[in-house]
């Protein structure tokens, strides 16, 4: 066992005003299994750089062991699987790693393949098995669930919770929760470690949230009457010095020594008051400032003149003489969330798009309402670019509405002035998912788009579908996601 010390850690990008990190300091032990959460742009996968020595940055980051990025990057994906791996690690033990393999469920034959040809899970597997077999050395897995289908996160997970030693990016809850005993989050203010899971994070998180918005509310109230009693203190203290220089109404004079010290004490009242004001201000200001919060939406779906918006009835899609699913029957109805669930492969993606219109090879019987408008959202963003203010207007979307979402998963008003191509993967993510929940449809089609996407903002679009409530097809891999969101579940 040894420790990570990070110890007065400040970064910026160049050209940047804004630090990314500002004189954080916290250490890790080389044992933790370590959760890696925060909100997307808030440095997570900045962190692992930094620990890579990839740039320069003031205060100090001391560690014993040496630090393994996944996933690791292949130069030639044509070369064989067992060639890739030399390349990862030239001083592997072959038995040691057939029983990683085993353990990941990943059969001999994938290593004399190109590893171009396995799938994206296979992949992610050989890479996890070979890396965990350099000594000394510790984990920096960034973001492995992407594009793994349920089956194939659980086995990942599994192994993970075999293993110590690794920092991991996920947002994926059960996978989280399954499989790491420490959780790192960076909140908007600091970066905090605790014991646990993340269901454990979130729980003790939602307690600090619940007590800080209470203390605030107390804390409000204790200002405005103590605002109050002030003035009320001050206004008695001018009126009694005032009389100083008068007679009673009975005609005998003032004494002037009692008046005096009657308005001294009522002074001193007011500047009593007048402090614990300043006190109570002063503690309001240190809370609420890692609360996650936004605004909240009101959106509507356009409805259709028909309870039923579309039917697939033993339907099997071809791709030439391959085919991409067969017998697949469902039906869509208004105000039903569907997730097409099924292994990569198994021609989920196939689907949404011949609901979507896409020109698709078909046997059985498709039907779709006419004049049904759906709103898709795909897996791919390489083509956003431009700033969101012409990217609403080219869109045709209420710019306002669609702002105010991003808003909501936390887009700093910064980002609206920045081309969309400088984003990170999750706020692009993101854009595409504003952009639809913004679109006057019957229909939402939506194929995985939680890739990339924060834990927070997750359960906020579950949230703002369970309010909003629209007629949706997904697929989607995150388990709890699909459990909270889904009326029902569509298995290929």
């Known amino acids: 066992m040894s420790v990570i010390q990070v110890t007065n850690l400040t970064f910026a990008y160049e050209g940047s005003y804004d630090n990314i990190f500002d004189d954080v300091s916290f250490q890790i032990d080389t044992d933790w299994r370590l959760g890696f959460t925060g909100r997307n742009g808030r440095g997570k996968t900045t962190f692992l750089n930094l620990l890579l020595g990839k740039y320069e940055y003031s205060g100090s980051i001391s560690a014993t062991v040496q630090f393994e990025y996944f ?44 590893f171009a040809s396995l799938s994206n899970g296979e992949q992610t597997k050989v890479m996890l098995a070979a890396l965990f077999l350099k000594e000394n050395s510790f984990l920096l897995i960034d973001e492995p669930t992407n594009h793994l289908d349920m089956h194939a996160r659980k086995i990942v997970s599994d192994y993970l919770k075999t293993k110590n030693g690794f920092i991991l990016v996920s947002h994926d809850r059960s996978f989280l929760d399954n499989c790491v005993d420490h959780i790192l989050s960076i909140n908007k203010t600091n970066i905090e470690i605790q014991q646990g899971n993340f269901s454990d994070w979130w729980e003790n998180k939602q307690r600090q949230d619940s007590y800080e918005l209470a203390e605030n509310d107390k804390l409000k109230k204790d200002i405005s009457r103590l605002s109050e009693a002030a003035k009320r203190t001050s206004h008695w203290s001018h009126e009694v010095e005032k009389t100083k220089n008068g007679t009673r109404n009975s005609g005998s004079k003032v004494d002037k020594g009692y008046v005096g010290h009657k308005a001294a004490k009522m002074m001193k009242r007011s500047k009593s008051i007048e402090q614990r004001q300043h006190s109570a201000i002063e503690e309001k200001s240190k809370l609420l400032k890692n609360i996650e919060s936004a605004e909240n939406l009101k959106i509507t779906q356009l409805t259709y003149h028909k309870s039923r918006l579309a039917e697939l009835d033993h339907v099997s899609i071809y791709y030439g003489d391959k085919t991409a699913c067969r017998d697949v029957s469902f039906t869509i109805d208004q105000g039903e969330r569907i997730a097409l669930a099924g292994q990569n492969g198994s021609g989920k993606s196939s689907v949404l798009k ?63 002035e920045k081309d969309i191509s400088s984003f990170s993967g999750g706020q692009k993510k993101k854009v595409l998912i504003a952009k639809s929940l913004c679109e006057q449809v019957h229909l939402h089609i939506w194929d995985e788009p939680l890739n990339f996407i924060d834990v927070i903002s997750r359960m906020q679009i579950e949230e703002l579908l369970l309010d909003y409530s629209p007629t949706i097809l997904f697929v989607e891999h995150d388990k709890e996601f699909c459990e909270n969101v889904a009326t029902k579940t569509v298995e290929l």
């Not at 890739?84 to 001999?108: A, F, K, N, Q």
């Not at 609901?355 to 959202?377: D, H, P, W």
């Not at 963003?381 to 509405?401: C, F, K, M, P, Q």
Request: charged share 25%; hydrophobic share 35%.
């Open 354 to 416: 011949l609901m979507c219109g896409e020109a698709l090879n078909y046997t059985g019987t498709f039907r779709i309402g006419s004049q049904l408008k759906i709103s898709y959202v795909s897996q791919d963003t390489s083509h956003l670019h431009g700033n969101l203010t012409d990217y609403a207007r080219i869109s045709g979307i209420d710019e306002s509405l669609f702002k105010s979402i991003l808003r909501k998963l936390d887009f700093a008003r910064v980002q609206f």
């Open 71 to 114: 996933p690791f990057q292949v130069e030639n994906k044509e070369n064989n699987t067992i060639d890739v791996i030399g390349d990862m690690h030239p001083d592997y033990v072959h038995w040691e790693l057939m029983r990683e393999l085993s353990l990941l469920r990943v059969s001999e034959d994938v290593l004399y393949r190109p």
